[in-house]
């Protein structure tokens, strides 16, 4: 039984009682008072979906499939604008990173998402060594689609690479070796412990 | 002056071939002039950034961010923590607000980091700083433009203090709206400063200029444009990703949109180097992929 | 009459010596003024000046004053001698300022001084220094009709300041609708719980307190007389009947609730499932600190959704046009008992807008905190089908049709005030035509309380006191919450306008305050407001009456009663000395001792008529003291000017002008007469009420009499004019002068 | 002037406004003594300051001018203009309060005649009109100006204008010298009625109040209407004074905010429906003319509803649900651009308007705490009743975010409990 499926089952009818639950600072969700300045204030407020402010709204009404299936989440640049200006004070975008964290670790979220594939592609990274390895990061992104797209996304961007190699803001032996932490293995398992102990407290282990 | 030492985390886009390499050089020649020490976290790890927040969940995240202060707290006992990132400054401060507001978390976090050997109190005792922050308080105004040699007179800066930098701790007593001290810092050191810089607070997309290029660089067309309309002759700006964000995409903007955009974007690190007498190279320009003549001239008077 | 001796005072200050040759002003006041002792001053309003009056008085018998100087607005503090008969000739705001400082204009300038002096004198002749009305009375009681929270409350308050209070309750007990609520809305930090209602603590306070004797199962058969002089019948449901002497009366009559089988549409009625918010109050009641149970099988409840503005903000027939303030804390009180108990029932608050005012946003986060839902919805239909609930509604919000299911549904009805019988039915026809509420159940359209009056008043105008817009007998004035239209009698609560506890109880200390303030002026022969502190009250010559009896209909305060003769009886201390009355006798018999058919009639006749050859029309301006003459004495001090062709004279109300002013005006030459009073309508400001409209109908019939005189109707003309129409005053003058003077000059001018 | 004698049988009424004339009245009118303190050289307080009232649309002089008249005969209240309270020591029953009154320099001689204004030239903001307008040094602080006295300025006091000004007073009633002047009063009970002022706009950034010409308050754009006031009373826009067409209103302007007022201050939505009246009566039937107003709920409470639904009906009028997010400008039209999302439909707006008013909510003017440290009071600073108050006692907005109506009911009402603790005092037994 497919850990989205055990969800289902264990809120019946209470989404809103699910995201309290699950999603990181869901707990503010039923603080809103539909006032509109969230959605106002996002720089890529014209490209959701579905603005925080109606986000919340579904949540209350039950709408679990539209949110967690949602594109809207992923617009969100982390700016903070609709958290300094809510005047109900709700981390409106801790909520967001909760509810596409949420919506990914179900496998609900959008496939194709270009933020949910890059997202993973960075922490992948930085678990790795402990540090971004900028250059691996940005091939990774290209290639993400195979061989073919990536060779064309990479010349298109080849002129900035150039620039940053010249100005020496690109590393090429990254390609070959990057120095993170002194122990990457210990500061993976670290992570996996970090995971383990989340699972085991927000219910949502096998 | 006193000497003043912090404990320094950098972040990964600075360190030597990084995107913001030539922000460390400008940040270190920077802090000598004023005589500040920065003594670097000892095998300081990743943020984890905001972007992090889909595959790393919560838990993980704070832990990678509890480890460097642990790490700090370990051997620079005492000294404030001072990131020169927002991403860097926003993760760590975020962290430590959390884990002092919630006892689970507090709790699952220790359990943890044991593992690695690192005990860690994490009373939120140790403040977690940037680098403007270290700058107008405990310099002051005076302090920066106590040691100047020469002016900047004569350049147009449209100071680009963008989002975490500015929200949502920010700097106290300021406005998000409408934050000045970027704008003072540039007049101080005799730049021109365009105080009503309309998309001075404005996001240029972050992290999301990898993953939807074409809605980030609208964003960045515009702040751009912005300072072109207002006079502008450079963006100065505190933080690493929108350095990168607002240079690097000019051309394909230019592509895109036809225009002719060909704006330097420095760090004011990079301004206050030049006017404590550094030379190009100890301030970073040749960093710059759009080159800051103009600076550089100064610079080598 | 006691020997009067008049003085005249005439001050050179302020530029009055420069500009009027005073001089001839005081030889004027003696000669046809018949002043005895005339002065002149160069600072008259200074210590010297002062003490100068003062002497005469003191030491020269003088007993009739007359300063000619500023307004009568100005300079009070200096010219408050009130052991005289005192005039004020307006030199200053109503001459000099508004004339201009030139040659040409200083004769018609002194000539507008000399008929200033001449009305002057001519009104103090007349004028009698008010010695207060002799037929008080000194009963401090105070009688309090309803013995809910608001009655309570009042009693209790009046109590703790020494008086001695009669409560009388229609039902057994004390409490009213509060004593059946579970728990209040809090009124306190933090705001965010529901509180104890105190009710059971504020009933034995009642009981206890030595000062209250409390009527239950009694209501009022019967009530008559004035302020400090009540006569009240108090009628037991045993069938014994108490009459009781009060002096003033606080009327805590409270609500109905809103009759919810008015609303089949919501389900009500259709299933025990669907009850209003007091059917809440009761089963909470019942469950105590445990669950809530359905009424039709006393299943637990799981999900609860409130209907907001049940029944109300809507024009349908039956239905309330008004917000009744309380119900959006109510249903968010009555959610949380449901949360409180268990935070797993849902419960959902559908509403229109939120009106959580002042500390209420607390109280809505704290619902919030608790996990009630609020979302914008429009409810269209409630269905009952197979016993569950099922709530049609628009979401305003997501913007598309939503239903929600639920174990219990609670409509958020209003508040009908238990106002009595609508004693002006007529004036509520043309305020509800849009409703389409026919008139007669106007006030009780949303609920069949049968029409019973509450306070059975033995007024010549009818039991009850008079209802505002649906029903509610409240102040007309925003500034003065407590100024009914019966004098020493006052509203407070939800009969008032729709109110929660917490203002009922500030509502009803306020009550006690004027009940307390009515008694105490009553015994000392002193009007309440808006002329408050006025000695003077209104006597009439019987032998002239015709008892025609247009004074007992057009008092606005239903002062005056009738005898068996039907002559007019006039309960001084019921009368506000507004002047209605006086104006309304056809044959001039009433009249106050300060201000009278004379006082005012003589001013007209004082003027010095100009004959038609040396082009000096006249014109009389009767203005209201309160509104037009303040605002023609601004327009002086903002350095306006008006033509020196009229005269102003001050009225204490439109309504008080006697038509035979404008009659005697016309027939000694004057060319127009010019009425300036407040706004009438349904938005009135006149604060005797109906003074302006009177004016407007009485000098429509005067239309009549002009035209039989073969004199143009555009002679005479009534104006709106308020406080603030400083440009507007002038200029309407100047206009209407130039209109008239272009029909030429009165005929009879020289007769 | 301040020989004002008290005793603990007296009653303080503290501030002036319409709560404080009402305590202060209704407590004379019952037979008892009042001493009424007021801050400013006049009293009327923040209703003088109105162009009309809701929901009648009357005016607040003609209120005025009753309350004046009943003042100006009635022996027993004395009034202590620029007058404020420096300590409360004692308690119910027998309180001692330091004044101090700020000099005025000028005496109870003051015909207002204005020749002193005529010949001074130095200028000051006028308060009365929130700064928006200049008048003489020497100056009426207003038409329905009580006590009718001009007032001299501190700062034409020493340099020659003063002198100028006292030359040329007929009456003598300008004093150079005047002092400021430290009282002690003796009082049974204290109404506390200092009222409220309104929130700092320019702490709500997002709306660019310090930045932007034409944003300006709702209190600003009411004294627009006043042909007294800065605009000769008509609707002008700031920034270049053309006459403001399109006006947006937005409500709860930095209230129900965290960040800002946590409590709704009931009178502004009421105050933005009166105001979208004026472009009526401004601009007639002109279809041209049109008011947006952004709310969140229009809270438009019991009888109001009836204001309501006749704006409702007004074609000028439309009505947004959403709060604004953020008011940005363009440069040179110096027009404003309102962002935001409406809620009802979550449809996004980007609305060019030439004037946004700022429905501003109710600050108290003295919090509880400031009184005399052990005065109660809510989070938002208004007071609320206590025993530990004793016989200091809130009236009108200095206890609650009122309207007119309920500020007069709240000043009855404190009247009566000072009254309560008088008569205990004197024994008087009715």
């Known amino acids: 039984m497919s850990v989205n499926t055990a969800m289902i089952e264990k809120y019946r009818n209470d989404f809103l009682k699910e995201v309290e639950e699950n999603v990181e600072e869901g707990h503010w969700v039923k603080m809103c008072m539909q006032c509109g300045v969230c959605s106002g204030s996002c720089p890529f407020g ?26 809207s989440m992923w617009m969100c640049t982390s700016c903070y604008n609709c958290i300094v200006r809510c005047p109900r004070e709700l981390p409106i975008t801790h909520i967001m990173h909760g509810l596409a964290n949420y919506a990914h670790r179900l496998g609900l979220a959008p496939k194709m998402n270009p933020t949910r594939r890059f997202a993973k592609i960075f922490w992948d990274n930085i678990a790795k060594t402990g540090r971004v390895n900028e250059l691996g990061l940005s091939l990774n992104l290209y290639f993400m689609d195979g061989f073919g797209s990536g060779v064309k996304k990479a010349t298109a961007m080849a002129g900035v690479g150039v620039g940053m190699l010249r100005t020496k803001r690109l590393n090429p032996f990254a390609l070959v070796r990057h120095k993170g932490v002194q122990n990457p293995k210990e500061f993976q398992s670290l992570l996996k412990k970090a995971k383990e102990v989340e699972d085991r407290r927000k219910g949502l282990a096998g | 002056m006193a000497k003043k030492e912090y404990s320094f985390y950098p972040g990964c886009s600075s360190e030597r071939k990084a995107s913001a390499s030539n922000y460390m050089v400008s940040v270190y020649a920077m802090c000598e002039k004023l005589d500040i020490q920065l003594n670097e976290i000892p095998d300081w790890n990743c943020c984890s950034a905001s972007i992090g927040y889909a595959e790393g969940g919560e838990l993980p995240r704070h832990v990678m961010n509890a480890r460097n202060i642990a790490l700090s707290e370990q051997s620079n006992s005492g000294q404030d923590i001072v990131a020169t990132c927002a991403a860097c400054w926003l993760g760590a401060k975020e962290t430590a607000d959390r884990l002092d507001a919630s006892e689970q978390l507090l709790a699952d976090t220790k359990e943890v980091l044991r593992e690695a050997g690192l005990d860690v109190h994490l009373k939120n005792e140790t403040p977690i700083r940037h680098m403007v922050e270290v700058l107008i308080e405990d310099i002051g105004y005076e302090g920066i433009a106590q040691p100047m040699q020469k002016s900047l007179e004569g350049i147009k800066f449209a100071g680009y203090v963008g989002c975490q930098t500015n929200r949502p701790f920010g700097v106290a007593g300021e406005s998000f709206e409408n934050p000045v001290y970027l704008d003072k810092m540039v007049e101080t050191v005799g730049g021109e400063a365009i105080s009503d810089y309309e998309k001075k607070v404005t996001c240029c997309g972050g992290a999301l200029a990898f993953s939807e290029p074409e809605k980030s660089q609208k964003q960045i067309k515009e702040i751009i444009e912005a300072a072109y309309d207002q006079g502008a002759e450079m963006i100065v700006t505190p933080c690493p990703v929108c350095q990168m964000n607002v240079e690097v995409y000019q051309n394909q903007i230019n592509k895109h949109y036809g225009t002719k955009f060909h704006m330097p974007v420095t760090y004011y690190s990079q301004l206050l180097t030049v006017a404590y007498g550094g030379s190009a190279k100890e301030a970073g320009l040749d960093g710059n992929i759009v080159r800051a003549k103009k600076l550089e001239e100064i610079a080598s008077k | 009459m006691s020997e009067t001796k008049t003085a005249m005072y005439i001050c050179n200050g302020c530029g009055l010596g420069d500009r009027l040759d005073t001089d001839s002003l005081g030889k004027l006041a003696q000669s046809e003024g018949k002043c005895t002792i005339v002065r002149q001053h160069d600072f008259l309003c200074n210590r010297d000046g002062v003490d100068t009056i003062r002497r005469d008085i003191d030491d020269d018998g003088v007993t009739h004053v007359v300063i000619a100087a500023c307004s009568r607005r100005a300079k009070t503090e200096a010219f408050g001698f009130d052991d005289v008969a005192l005039g004020r000739a307006n030199l200053r705001e109503g001459v000099i300022w508004v004339r201009p400082d030139t040659e040409e204009a200083r004769e018609t300038t002194q000539e507008m001084a000399e008929d200033y002096v001449r009305m002057a004198c001519a009104e103090i002749r007349y004028m009698q220094r008010p010695e207060g009305n002799p037929n008080t009375g000194d009963n401090k009681r105070i009688l309090v009709v309803g013995g809910g929270v608001s009655g309570m409350a009042a009693a209790v308050e009046a109590s703790k300041a020494g008086y001695e209070v009669l409560l009388v309750e229609k039902s057994g007990e004390l409490g009213g609708w509060a004593a059946r609520l579970y728990k209040r809305v809090p009124n306190r930090e933090p705001f965010s719980d529901p509180q104890d209602t105190g009710v059971e603590d504020l009933v034995k306070t009642v009981e206890h307190d030595k000062n209250i004797t409390v009527f239950l199962s009694s209501v009022i058969t019967r009530t008559s007389g004035a302020p400090g002089q009540f006569s009240v019948d108090i009628s037991a449901e045993s069938g014994t009947t108490s009459t009781e002497n009060v002096g003033s009366i606080i009327q805590a009559s409270g609500f109905s609730n809103f009759d919810a089988a008015r609303l089949p549409e919501l389900g009500f009625g259709a299933s025990a499932d669907v009850v209003d918010q007091a059917g809440l109050e009761l089963l909470a009641g019942k469950a105590g600190d445990g669950p809530i149970t359905r009424p039709s099988d006393g299943k637990e409840v799981a999900s609860v959704v409130f209907v907001q503005c049940a029944g109300q903000r809507s024009d349908k027939p039956g239905h309330l046009p008004y917000c009744s303030g309380h119900c959006c804390n109510t249903s968010i009180k009555q959610a949380m008992y449901f949360k409180d108990t268990n935070p797993d029932v849902d419960t959902l608050l559908l509403y229109s807008d939120l009106r959580t005012p002042g500390n209420g946003e607390d109280f809505y986060r704290s619902a919030q905190r608790k996990g009630v839902t609020f979302t914008k919805g429009q409810v269209r ?205 056809p044959v001039r018999v009433i009249y106050f001792e300060s201000y009278s058919v004379d006082t005012v009639g003589q001013q007209v006749k004082a003027v010095q008529m100009p004959d038609e050859t040396e082009e000096k029309p006249r014109f009389l301006v009767l203005a209201c003291e309160n509104d037009a003459y303040p605002a023609l004495d601004m327009a002086a001090q903002q350095g306006l000017q008006y033509s020196p062709f009229v005269r102003v004279v001050p009225v204490r109300c439109l309504g008080s002008v006697n038509t035979i002013w404008v009659t005697d005006a016309l027939n000694s030459g004057y060319d127009g007469v010019m009425l300036m009073g407040c706004k009438k309508g349904d938005e009135y400001q006149c604060h005797f009420v109906k003074g302006s409209e009177m004016a407007h109908y009485r000098m429509s019939k005067i239309d009549d009499t002009l035209q039989q005189l073969q004199l143009e109707v555009e002679r005479v003309e009534t104006y709106e004019v308020e406080i603030t129409d400083i440009q507007r005053a002038p200029k309407l003058i100047d206009d209407y002068v130039n209109r008239v003077n272009e029909i030429g000059m009165n005929p009879f001018k020289g007769f | 002037m301040t020989d004002a004698v008290a005793t603990n049988e007296t009653i303080l009424v503290v501030g002036g406004g319409i709560s404080g004339l009402t305590a202060a009245l209704e407590t004379a009118e019952c037979g008892k003594n009042v001493i009424l303190i007021e801050k400013n050289p006049s009293v009327g307080g923040r209703v003088s300051q109105l162009y009309k009232y809701f929901p009648k649309l009357c005016r607040p002089s003609c209120g005025q001018e009753i309350n004046y008249r009943r003042l100006k005969a009635n022996k027993r209240v004395r009034v202590l203009t620029m007058a404020e309270v420096v300590n409360i020591k004692g308690a119910a029953g027998d309180y001692t309060v330091g004044v101090s009154i700020r000099p005025r320099y000028v005496n109870e001689n003051c015909t207002s005649c204005g020749a002193c204004a005529e010949v001074v030239s130095a200028e000051i903001d006028d308060p009365f009109n929130y700064n928006m307008k200049k008048i003489k040094a020497a100056y009426l602080p207003h038409n329905m100006a009580y006590p009718q006295r001009y007032v001299l300025d501190p700062s034409i006091v020493g340099p020659e204008e003063g002198e100028r000004a006292k030359a040329a007073c007929k009456y003598d009633a300008i004093e150079l010298d005047m002092q400021e002047q430290a009282l002690e009063l003796k009082a049974g009970a204290i109404i506390w009625a200092t009222g409220w002022k ?233």
């Open chain 1, 46 to 71: 014209p490209h959701w979906e579905h603005p925080p402010q109606e986000i919340f709204m579904m949540i209350r009404a039950g709408k679990r499939d539209e949110v967690l299936g949602s594109e």
């Open chain 3, 381 to 585: 239909e409630v269905q009952t089908a197979n016993g569950a609930l099922v709530v049609k509604f628009r979401d305003m919000i997501l913007d598309d049709d939503a239903e929600a299911r639920a174990d219990l549904v609670v409509l958020a009805t209003g508040q009908v005030p238990n106002s009595g019988i609508d004693i002006e039915p007529a004036a509520a026809e043309d305020e509800n035509e849009g409703s389409g509420v026919d008139a007669a159940s106007n006030n009780n359209a949303a609920v069949e309380v049968p029409l019973e009056s509450v306070l059975n008043l033995d007024y010549r105008q009818g039991p009850d006191l008079p209802h505002l817009r649906h029903g509610f007998n409240d102040s007309h004035f925003i500034c003065f919450p407590y100024e009914t239209r019966r004098s020493g009698i006052y509203t407070c609560g939800p009969v008032r306008r729709p109110m929660d506890i917490a203002q009922a109880l500030e509502d009803a200390t306020g009550a006690a305050l004027k009940a307390i303030q009515a008694v105490e002026n009553a015994s000392l022969g002193r009007a309440a407001h808006p002329r408050s502190g006025d000695l003077s009250f209104p006597s009439f010559r019987k032998e002239g009456c015709t008892q025609c009896k247009r004074c007992t209909v057009e008092c606005p305060f239903g002062a005056i009663d009738e005898d068996e003769q039907r002559y007019p009886v006039f309960n001084e201390s019921r009368c506000r000395r507004c002047g209605t009355c006086m104006g309304a006798c």
């Open chain 4, 198 to 430: 309104p929130y700092d706009a320019a702490k709500i950034q997002p709306y660019g109040y310090d930045r932007f010409p034409n944003v300006v308050t709702s209190v600003e754009f009411e004294r627009m209407m006043d042909p007294f006031g800065p605009t000769g009373g008509r609707m002008l826009r700031p920034s270049d004074g053309k006459e403001a067409r399109n006006i947006a209103f937005i409500q709860c302007a930095g209230s129900r905010d965290r960040n800002h007022l946590k409590h709704c201050s009931r009178i502004c939505c009421m105050a933005t429906l009166k105001q979208s009246t004026y472009l009526q009566e401004q601009y007639g039937d002109d279809s041209e003319a049109q008011a947006t107003i952004y709310y969140i709920d229009i809270r438009a409470i019991d009888r109001f509803e009836d204001f309501y639904k006749k704006v409702q009906a007004d074609p000028k009028v439309r009505f947004v649900k959403s709060k604004v997010a953020n008011i940005t400008e363009d440069r040179d039209t110096h027009d404003v651009f309102l962002h935001g999302v409406n809620t009802e439909g979550y449809h996004r707006y980007d609305n060019t308007h030439d004037l946004c008013v700022l429905a501003v909510g109710m600050e108290p003017s003295v919090r509880a705490e400031q009184i005399n440290g052990n005065v109660a009071g809510d989070a938002s600073g208004f007071i609320e009743m206590h025993e530990a108050n004793g016989a200091i006692f809130g009236a009108g907005c200095a206890s609650n975010a009122l309207d007119v109506n309920r500020a007069v009911q709240s000043a009855t009402a404190a009247a009566l409990r000072a009254i309560q603790v008088v008569n205990r005092v004197a024994g008087a037994e009715v």
